[in-house]
């Protein structure tokens, strides 16, 4: 069941297109100015902005509001939700409400645990998991109905997209999950940030072996660092971060005052490489707090303008 509403990721995966998609993380306050100012950055260079959900497990404006900013100026958001604050009945009621208020991505997660956020002492809820949640998002795009059954006279024919990890650990249960979650309703996987092109070609062969990026548009994530110590912070305190040693030192071979240049270089490398591999659908560039920097990698590497889709 196809939605007369199709967004425009979904319109260039669909049409065999190259995608691109940046990260927008909502402020830790109620200005929708700061909200702006990113999107700003963004606009023209990008098919669709990731708005996240509290990311870190730390309060900020909420994903539905932000995407909503994002929409009034122009931008498609994808709104990303996590399960670790909402039961089955608030979930759904803010699906409803975001396809309502025309917000046509969702990115389907379970959240960071909230003892690593400022709320260390709040509950969790996780009433279901993102494997569920991508199955219930499924359903009520499908066959028009909430999980207790109940027929919706106007669905929510969103996009769906879960996130992947082909650098965690056993790394033979990676494509055994991605498969998981296509079958759980999965059209788009976002991924990691991929820093180990030898492990990310192991995980995407393994996946095109499986038949799985048939079933799937998958997009590799990729993130410009900043100096030496985020590269190293990255590869040792970031669970599911995997950073080589070599590309640690490289950042470290450079001046500090030119250390972002070589991000951007090593960041610019990467995608070359991920255009080349068979499977691979687009990319998602997370430069959180560093939106300025997406517009200068879009276009050193190629990827402007942006393609049109025909409505």
């Not at 100012?37 to 902005?49: I, M, P, R, T, Y």
């Not at 180990?196 to 048939?214: C, P, Q, S, V, Y």
């Not at 951007?264 to 707090?289: D, F, P």
Request: net charge negative; with cysteine; aromatic share 4%.
């Amino acid at each position: 069941m196809k939605s007369n509403s199709t967004g425009r990721l979904e319109k260039i995966l669909t049409g065999g297109g190259f995608a691109v998609t940046a990260e927008c993380g909502p402020p830790r306050g109620a200005d929708a100015e700061v909200v702006r100012k990113k999107a700003e950055a963004l606009k023209g260079c990008v098919d669709a902005v990731n708005v996240t959900d509290n990311q870190t497990a730390i309060v900020r404006m909420s994903s539905i509001a932000a995407s909503t900013h994002l929409l009034a100026m122009g931008l498609e958001p994808v709104m990303q939700m996590v399960t670790r604050d909402r039961n089955r009945i608030a979930l759904q009621s803010d699906i409803l409400g975001a396809w309502s208020l025309g917000i046509r991505n969702i990115l389907c997660l379970s959240g960071d645990h909230q003892t690593f956020g400022s709320h260390p002492e709040a509950l969790n809820v996780f009433d279901i998991d993102s494997m569920n949640l991508l199955r219930m998002v499924l359903e009520m795009r499908e066959d028009g109905k909430d999980m207790s059954g109940f027929e919706l006279k106007t669905p929510p024919r969103m996009f769906i997209g879960a996130a992947a990890n082909p650098f965690a650990d056993p790394f033979e249960y990676r494509v055994i999950r991605l498969a998981k979650k296509i079958d759980a309703g999965a059209d788009f996987i976002q991924t990691q940030c991929v820093y180990n092109m030898d492990r990310f070609r192991d995980w995407i062969h393994m996946a095109r072996e499986e038949g799985l990026t048939e079933k799937v548009h998958i997009m590799a994530g990729v993130t410009p660092l900043k100096s030496e110590g985020m590269a190293r912070y990255m590869a040792k305190r970031v669970a599911g971060m995997d950073v080589p040693e070599p590309l640690i030192k490289r950042m470290g071979a450079v001046p500090k005052s030119k250390a972002s240049e070589e991000g951007v270089t090593i960041c610019l490398e990467t995608i070359a490489q991920l255009r080349e591999i068979k499977g691979v659908h687009g990319i998602h560039i997370m430069a959180i707090e560093w939106e300025e920097i997406v517009g200068e990698i879009v276009e050193s590497a190629g990827l402007l303008p942006r393609p049109q889709p025909e409505s």
